[in-house]
């Protein structure tokens, strides 16, 4: 467990926290007047590895090799020169601050930290933290490095649960929830959609997809599986056979079968490691997935009916009518998938370089 400290009077800043892995929707930005919910569980705080926020330089004023150095393989619009290394936690979790007036930076709907940290120590108003909760951004506060220092405090540091006791544990992410906007004339409303940390998860896992078919046609199983990846698989490679074939691999599942290339396999949401299989698949090319995407792609979880006292809510799913399911077909977060690819050293295979240059110069609409 750590605490964070401030850098300039040593005054407690959070919550005693624990480390975990860094979220892959971490810096999505869904929708467009969507009210997020909070990043990180709370008690918990995750390492950005990157820099994020001001200053930025175009990508014609950085030297390729700065870029690998740092990373990246292909062109990007431009590239943050702040401080890597934020630690990310729950509003929640954060004590002794307060925001810094005119601090707002460019949000409409609460604070999006374009104008540098906004948070400041109370004790002596030393800027500690960018607070970040403005409207399609997910909620969280981000520890600068530089100003806020992490200490170990005592108490017991439970070990990682591992993979079997997280199957057992089956904490599943749902595929569609209701997302909750801002400014609509009757005031904020709501709509079901596809989960946004399931469009960032599998635009995440789509560019390891890509690295991992060699160019060639990918098949992977039937199912939300295949509604959720088949179509941008199809659309982004090119057709015919022979085919490379995908399938979900992981703790307490069987053995692939012989003629499997890739698994798509489960990250340990402490560590940020991926599950490893052993025997012939280990040969086979590991495609990540978050613990509760993967979870819920191996085993679906029906809907039950919700028993509800008088008027059923609008949110409440049932069966007649038919449940309220979104309306539109599954679509990977294109940002997420850009950002992933470009920091995959294949990229600078011709025929990946090219996919993402298309990409890069369509428009939102091109992607599949």
């Known amino acids: 467990m750590f605490v964070f400290v401030c850098a300039g009077c040593g005054a407690e800043l959070t919550t005693p926290l624990s480390q975990v892995a860094l979220p892959v929707h971490a810096r999505q930005k869904y929708g467009n007047g969507t009210q997020l919910p909070v990043l990180m569980e709370s008690g918990t705080f995750a390492v950005d590895p990157e820099p994020w926020g001001g200053p930025w330089r175009r990508w014609d004023e950085i030297d390729p090799g700065e870029a690998e150095a740092r990373g990246i393989y292909a062109p990007v619009y431009a590239l943050s020169d702040g401080t890597p290394g934020a630690s990310l936690i729950a509003p929640g979790d954060i004590r002794g601050t307060r925001l810094i007036p005119g601090k707002r930076g460019g949000a409409c709907c609460g604070l999006d930290g374009a104008d540098g940290p906004n948070t400041a120590c109370e004790a002596c108003d030393l800027p500690v933290a960018t607070r970040v909760d403005d409207c399609s951004l997910w909620q969280v506060v981000r520890l600068s490095p530089d100003t806020a220092h992490r ?161 059923i809510p609008q949110d409440v799913l049932r069966d007649d009518p038919p449940p309220l399911l979104p309306a539109y077909r599954f679509r990977a977060d294109r940002e997420t998938f850009q950002h992933t690819l470009a920091r995959l050293p294949a990229v600078r295979r011709p025929w990946l370089r090219t996919i993402l240059d298309n990409l890069t110069q369509g428009n939102r609409a091109d992607f599949p």
């Open 151 to 311: 200490v170990p405090v005592g108490g017991v540091h439970a070990p990682p649960l591992s993979w079997p006791e997280l199957v057992e544990k089956g904490e599943r992410t749902p595929p569609f929830e209701p997302i909750a906007t801002w400014g609509g004339r009757s005031g904020s409303s709501h709509y079901w959609s596809w989960s946004p940390q399931w469009e960032a998860a599998v635009g995440h896992a789509l560019a390891h997809l890509l690295v991992a078919s060699r160019g060639q046609p990918v098949q992977v199983p039937a199912g939300l599986t295949a509604d959720v990846f088949q179509h941008a698989l199809d659309a982004l490679l090119p057709p015919g056979n022979p085919k490379r074939h995908a399938a979900l691999a992981g703790p307490g599942r069987p053995s692939p079968d012989a003629g499997v290339d890739i698994l798509l396999v489960p990250v340990h949401p402490r560590t940020g490691r991926a599950w490893t299989p052993a025997g012939p698949a280990a040969s086979a090319h590991p495609v990540p997935l978050p613990l509760g995407v993967w979870l819920w792609l191996v085993s679906p979880q029906p809907y039950p009916p919700v028993p509800a006292s008088g008027r």
